[in-house]
């Protein structure tokens, strides 16, 4: 079973940059497509960027041209560069594989607060 711990998030004000990191154990990694998901209070959970194995990433379309997600298999890390912070994009971030439901396994998540 893969284990999932993220870190990076923190309170931002509105126009700021975080990165977060996923940090996963395990050997399904490397092939595997991985994903950055956010929930915010009273929603549901949303996949915002997923990477594939080779490298190739898809967005959410509000995020689209703000975030930039990339992997290092040699590190079992996941990354997630957000530029151009708003605050409807306060939410718990987590990552996990591609697809995940909410019966699967998932780490504590990261809080990313947007706020002046």
């Known amino acids: 079973q893969v284990q999932l711990v993220e870190s990076g998030g923190g309170l931002v004000q509105p126009g700021g940059s975080l990165r977060l990191s996923c940090a996963a154990s395990g050997s399904i990694f490397s092939i595997n497509a991985m994903g950055w998901y956010r929930q915010a209070p009273g929603k549901q959970r949303e996949l915002v960027a997923r990477i594939s194995n080779g490298g190739i990433g898809n967005y959410l379309a509000s995020v689209k041209g703000r975030f930039t997600i990339s992997r290092d298999n040699a590190k079992n890390t996941v990354y997630l560069q957000m530029t151009s912070l708003k605050p409807e994009d306060t939410a718990v971030y987590y990552c996990?594989?591609?697809?995940?439901?909410?019966?699967?396994?998932w780490g504590q998540g990261t809080q990313v607060a947007v706020s002046s």
């Open positions: 996990n594989l591609v697809p995940a439901g909410p019966n699967d396994y």
